[in-house]
């Protein structure tokens, strides 16, 4: 029987990633130019400014997701070779162990014993990494594809607003930018819903109402201290 279920799961790691990245291109650079704009800058020192935040972002961005996932790929991989172990040394027990997860998860002993052995003479290693320790292909660590997501999305909202700084005076700058970058990030929530399968409206507020509270607090930075950069 073919299988014609639609899931997301799959999406899970580069579309975290990637909104992630996006989200906090448009905050970020939004901010830093409403910032600078409220600060009274020239347009060209406020231009220079977002450019250093994208080019610092993105890097910063991808550095961080692949340090972070790294880690989480470094411990999953040190399970495994654990769980190589105690195959090689403890097979028995480790049949007990994995009938033992599906009992908990409503199969009698009978039938538990027989599913892990069928399990485990196709994969051993692949049953209890999925059953026992909860790590699948769909939902494993991969730190370059995280860190590429991240990087390329946090540079693609950043130049969202930094080219409001090429063609509105800086008098209209700061609401330019934050009025527009709220709408990008409206969008952006929408977008997110629809391709992890969530609730539109919750996830647009979410992002815009985060978003203008970091717009705010710096225009109030800059406003207050009057700094120029």
């Known amino acids: 029987m073919r299988h014609t279920e639609r899931h997301r799961t799959h999406r899970v790691g580069w579309l975290r990633a990637a909104v992630l990245g996006a989200n906090d291109g448009i905050v970020s650079t939004a901010s830093l130019i409403v910032g600078v704009a409220a600060a009274e800058s020239s347009q060209a020192n406020v231009l220079v400014a977002g450019i250093a935040g994208l080019v610092a972002g993105a890097m910063s961005m991808a ?50 014993r027989e599913v892990a052995t069928q399990l485990m003479a196709k994969d051993a290693l692949g049953a209890h990494a999925r059953d026992e320790l909860g790590i699948s292909d769909t939902l ?6 995280a860190a590429l997501a991240s990087a390329a999305t946090f540079a693609v909202g950043a130049a969202m607003p930094l080219l409001l700084v090429v063609f509105v005076p800086a008098s209209a700058l700061v609401w330019a930018v934050s009025g527009s970058s709220l709408f990008f990030l409206a969008l952006l929530g929408g977008l997110a819903a629809r391709a992890g399968g969530s609730p539109v409206l919750k996830s647009v507020a979410r992002v815009t109402f985060w978003g203008a509270l970091a717009m705010a607090l710096t225009a109030g ?3 207050l201290f009057g700094a120029t950069v």
């Open 63 to 112: 550095a961080g997701e692949y340090v972070s996932v790294s880690s989480q790929s470094d411990t999953e991989n040190a399970d495994l070779d654990r769980e190589r172990v105690e195959l090689a040394t403890d097979a028995v027990n480790e049949h007990e162990e994995l009938a033992a997860i599906y009992v908990a998860r409503g199969l009698d002993a009978k039938l538990a």
């Open 221 to 223: 930075v800059g406003a």
């Open 140 to 145: 494993s660590a991969r730190p370059v594809q």
